[in-house]
C-alpha cells in the first residue's frame, strides 16, 4: 500500500502479478532461493515501481494531449462486424479441435510454448529433449493444426 500510494487498485495487479511471477519461477526451479521473503518483497517491490512508471507515462501522455488537441486525431470507437467475430470464433474452435487431435507429447509442447509462453531451452529441460527436438515438435503440431484447418 504504501509503495503504491494507498491505491488499492494498483495494489490488488502488484500482488495479482508478484503471485503469478513466483509461481511460475518456482515451477522452474531454475535456482535455490536463500531468502524467500526477502525474494517476494523484492520482486513486489520491483512490480509496484514498474506500475508507478507507466501510471507517470500515461499521466504524461494525457497531459500533452489536453495540451496540444489539435495535434492529435482520435478515431470513433469501431466494433468488430458480426461476420468477423462468427468467423473468429469459429476459427477458435477448429483450433481447439485441432490441438485436441494432436498426441499427449504435441499437446504438451504447444501448451508450454503457446499458453504458459516459455522459452524453447525451458520447455526442452521440462520434457529432458533437446532444443532443436522441441522446435520441430512445435513445427509439426503447426502443420498438423494447419491441415486440420484447411
Avoid at 94 to 108: F, G, H, I, S
Wanted: charged share 30%; with cysteine.
Amino acid at each position: 500500500m504504501r509503495w503504491l500510494n494507498g491505491n488499492v487498485a494498483r495494489v490488488e495487479d502488484a500482488m495479482s502479478q508478484a503471485r503469478d511471477k513466483s509461481y511460475h519461477h518456482y515451477l522452474r526451479k531454475s535456482e535455490q532461493i536463500n531468502s524467500p521473503f526477502s525474494w517476494l518483497c523484492k520482486l513486489t517491490y520491483n512490480i509496484c515501481i514498474d506500475i508507478l512508471r507507466d501510471h507517470k507515462k500515461q499521466l504524461n501522455l494525457c497531459e500533452t494531449v489536453s495540451h496540444s488537441p489539435d495535434l492529435f486525431y482520435f478515431s470513433h470507437v469501431t466494433t468488430e462486424p458480426l461476420e468477423d467475430e462468427i468467423q473468429r470464433e469459429n476459427t477458435l474452435n477448429d483450433v481447439v479441435r485441432a490441438y485436441e487431435k494432436l498426441t499427449p507429447d504435441l499437446q504438451r509442447v504447444v501448451r508450454y510454448r503457446f499458453i504458459e509462453e516459455l522459452e524453447y531451452p525451458e520447455i526442452a529441460e521440462m520434457l529432458q529433449i533437446s532444443q532443436a527436438n522441441v522446435r520441430k515438435r512445435v513445427q509439426l503440431a503447426r502443420r498438423q493444426i494447419k491441415a486440420f484447418i484447411h
